[in-house]
T-cell receptor, first 116, second 115 residues
Framework: AQTVTQSQPEMSVQEAETVTLSCTYD???????LFWYKQPPSRQMILVIR????KQQNATENRFSVNFQKAAKSFSLKISDSQLGDTAMYFC?????????????WGLGTSLAVNP | NAGVMQNPRHLVRRRGQEARLRCSPVKGHSHVYWYRQLPEEGLKFMVYLQKENIIDESGMPKERFSAEFPKEGPSILRIQQVVRGDSAAYFC?????????????FGNGTRLTVT
């Protein structure tokens, strides 16, 4: 069975600085996807970034980038130039690439506070 | 284009009552997923449905819980005889296809409180 671990329940960062959220996972699958989702106080789940396991290049989306280490089963999220609006819960999630069931396995989340 | 619409946003039920949670997927989406988020926990997969079919219900409790996604109308997650442990946020997500390139769209969730 797949598991996703986020070892940092809470983090804080000063506005405009950089912060890295960690995520490790366990799987025997070779093909899969990894995601970071953001959940602000509004509770909506928003996709931040996605990585296909077969791609060696780390995904980037504007101020958000990942450090994907497949052998180490690590998938950290880096937020550059942090903004107040980045304050939210961040969830790391895993999806195996098999069949047509896109079931996500989630970590417990990291609560990020961006301080002015 | 409207996103995934879930209603109600908040639902309060007494123990023993029934809870019905509705999810209207993005127009044209035929794949629906339900997740439950317990306090201080991440989301847990419950059930995956396509129009009129349950594809995977491995995450849904065998008793008291049921889900449907009829040909017409929203997907419904039904919880009978609710207990306090059912208090959680329930999220629905939809996609157009099962393809991995088709993004998942999440609703804002329904927060169920059982008193």
């Amino acid at each position: 069975a797949q598991t996703v671990t986020q070892s940092q329940p809470e983090m804080s960062v000063q506005e405009a600085e950089t912060v890295t959220l960690s995520c490790t996972y366990d799987t025997s699958e070779s093909n899969y996807y990894l995601f970071w989702y953001k959940q602000p106080p509004s509770r909506q789940m928003i996709l931040v970034i996605r990585q296909e396991a077969y791609k060696q290049q780390n995904a980037t989306e504007n101020r958000f980038s990942v450090n994907f280490q497949k052998a180490a089963k690590s998938f950290s999220l880096k937020i550059s130039d942090s903004q107040l609006g980045d304050t939210a819960m961040y969830f790391c999630a895993f999806m195996k690439q098999a069949g047509n069931n896109r079931k996500l396995i989630w970590g417990l989340g990291t609560s990020l506070a961006v301080n002015p | 284009n409207a996103g995934v619409m879930q209603n109600p946003r908040h639902l309060v039920r007494r123990r023993g009552q029934e809870a019905r949670l509705r999810c209207s997927p993005v127009k044209g989406h035929s794949h629906v997923y339900w997740y439950r988020q317990l306090p201080e926990e991440g989301l847990k997969f419950m059930v995956y449905l396509q129009k009129e079919n349950i594809i995977d219900e491995s995450g849904m409790p065998k008793e008291r819980f049921s889900a449907e996604f009829p040909k017409e109308g929203p997907s419904i997650l039904r919880i009978q005889q609710v207990v306090r442990g059912d208090s959680a946020a329930y999220f629905c997500a939809s996609s157009e296809q099962s393809s991995y390139n088709s993004p998942l769209h999440f609703g804002n969730g329904t927060r169920l409180t059982v008193t």
